[in-house]
């Protein structure tokens, strides 16, 4: 399946990715995401590590290797993918960012909010407002872990960036890696850690310190841009990176790092965090990248 005269749903070259695999692919993966059994329990293996068939399959994971997704902005500001986001927004609740605007407050104008950000998408005048800054404790030490909190008006946007993205990055992380990733969880990490153990002659645990708060933007980017030739979404992410936080009042700039607390936090880290799989995965073992 190619592109078809400009349609704005886009597909990848060579291979579709169209809303409607994107939608099936996310829904296969949360009905079958099981979490039960931890250390030596291999229950739940085979259906928490369950892809979507289509774009799971080795052709088109082959093929979407060699290609770069086009045409995707029509994809993010689609009313139907703006209201399953907005659906995955209200279920995970949170708190209003600095507009003050609830999700009950959204939920109550809903249709004149999702038609504005709708069109503001479609025209290219969405700008994405700085997120609310707070601090939570950090288990396990005295220091504290910076939060931002985007508006509900923009973490709708994200959540619908990722619905788009997220089918085109997922076929190409490595199967050892688990962090930030759809129908992958901790305990699937710690299922394969403890077979691991029976085989491995050391363990290395490494961490880099504020990885995610120093991260280059520009790098980012372009790791998104090696799957993605679509140059309004790439304008959208660096948008998104660089819109700042309040704090106490006072607004503060984003020259590096990936706010953490945003729908766009994870599938941005996940994106990331696959860089030192690669450097790691010389030879496969126990990591960040688990």
């Known amino acids: 399946m190619g592109r078809r005269g400009g349609d ?17 692919a996310e829904d296969r993966v949360s009905s079958e995401w099981r979490t039960d059994g931890c250390c030596g329990n291999d229950r739940g293996d085979a259906r928490e590590e369950t892809r979507d068939p289509v774009a799971g399959s080795p052709v088109v994971k082959r093929t979407m290797k060699a290609r770069k997704a086009h045409s995707l902005i029509g994809q993010v500001y689609d009313r139907r993918n703006l209201r399953r986001a ?11 960012g600095v507009d003050g605007v609830t999700i009950a407050r959204f939920d109550e104008n809903l ?10 998408l479609k025209d290219g005048r969405y700008r ?23 508006t509900v008006m923009d973490r709708v946007c994200q959540q619908a960036l990722v619905q788009v993205l997220e089918p085109i990055f997922e076929p190409t992380f490595r199967e050892a890696s688990f962090g930030y990733r759809p129908g992958r969880s901790a305990h699937g990490a710690m299922r394969r850690i403890w077979r691991q153990l ?11 310190s504020d990885f995610f708060g120093s991260l280059s933007h520009e790098l980012l980017v372009d790791l998104v841009a090696d799957r993605v030739a679509d140059g309004k979404v790439l304008s959208l992410i660096r948008s998104m990176l660089t819109a700042g936080a309040l704090v106490d009042g006072v607004f ?39």
């Open 198 to 208: 029976e085989q491995a002659e050391w363990v290395v645990d490494g961490d880099i």
């Open 8 to 24: 704005p749903k886009g597909v990848v070259e060579g291979e579709g990715v169209t809303l409607e695999r994107a939608i099936l």
């Open 86 to 96: 907005w659906e995955r927004v209200k279920r995970n609740k949170g708190a209003g």
């Open 128 to 150: 994405p407002r700085p997120v609310k800054r707070v601090e939570i404790e950090k288990p396990g030490t005295t220091k504290k872990r910076p939060l931002g909190i985007p």
């Open 111 to 120: 249709d004149r909010y999702l038609d504005v950000l709708h069109q503001q």
């Open 252 to 290: 503060e700039s984003a020259v590096a790092g990936t706010p953490q607390g945003g729908v766009a936090t994870a599938p941005t880290q996940s994106q990331t965090s696959s860089l030192s799989g690669r450097f790691a995965g010389r030879r496969e073992g126990v990591g960040r990248d688990v």
